[in-house]
């Protein structure tokens, strides 16, 4: 069965810097699309980033454009959020998600739980 | 970017209701438009894509519909397992935007 597993969260300070890693199981990996979805605290959904299967096309949102960088290791099942100049507003729960058919998301991890505060 | 407005932004409802979300995007979107369901401290699920196509394994209690610029979610009958926040998004084009979410609750 499809298995998307993050880690890489923690608590950091503004203007600091985190990497997220997402390893993905049971499905052909270098096939499909990925995105990172973040949620804040009792908010809703918000899109942050999607790479395409063979990594040729990164789209990101506004808030983190610059910031953030999207990338994968197609030889090791392994997606991964470069996470830069850290803002409060960042404090959210991570989700690597896989993109089904074009921008819709069918699987979805468990999360990582990103903090920033001084 | 477009804006996804979802209504209600909760609701009330009994084991066996019929409940309807609806959803509306601020420029058109053709049917590139899904629905998710998350409970508390887990993943979002895919239910509903391309507006009306039930995602595998969901079920049929689950039906989604579009009128004009109206996305409608409805839960048939609703079940225990139901209660939970719903999200529709669209696919249509980035920056891929969600609805604010409707807390579908236990009355």
């Known amino acids: 069965q499809v298995q998307l597993l993050e880690s890489g969260g923690g608590v950091v300070q503004p203007g600091g810097s985190l990497r997220l890693s997402c390893v993905a199981s049971?499905?052909?990996?270098?096939?499909?699309?990925m995105h990172w979805v973040r949620q804040a605290p009792g908010k809703g959904l918000e899109w942050v980033a999607f790479i395409r299967f063979d990594g040729a096309n990164k789209y990101y949102a506004e808030s983190v454009k610059g910031r953030f960088t999207i990338a994968r290791d197609n030889s090791m099942d392994t997606l991964s959020l470069q996470m830069r100049s850290l803002r409060p507003e960042d404090t959210a729960v991570y989700y690597c998600?896989?993109?089904?058919?074009?921008?819709?998301?069918?699987?979805w991890g468990q999360g990582t739980l990103v903090i920033v505060s001084s | 970017d477009i804006q996804m407005t979802q209504s209600p932004s909760s609701l009330s409802a009994s084991v066996g209701d019929r409940v309807t979300i609806t959803c509306r995007a601020s420029?058109?979107?053709?049917?590139?438009l899904n629905w998710y369901q998350q409970k508390p401290g887990k993943a979002p699920k895919l239910l509903i894509y391309?507006?009306?196509s039930l995602q595998s394994g969901v079920p049929s209690r689950f039906s989604g519909s579009v009128s004009g610029s109206d996305f409608t979610l409805t839960i048939s009958s609703l079940q225990p397992a139901d209660f939970a926040t719903y999200y529709c998004q669209q696919s249509y084009s980035t920056p891929l935007t969600f609805g604010g979410g409707t807390k579908v609750e236990i009355k």
């Open positions: 049971g499905f052909i990996f270098n096939t499909h699309g």
């Open positions: 998600a896989r993109d089904s058919r074009t921008w819709v998301v069918d699987y």
């Open positions: 391309s507006a009306s």
């Open positions: 420029e058109g979107i053709d049917t590139y």
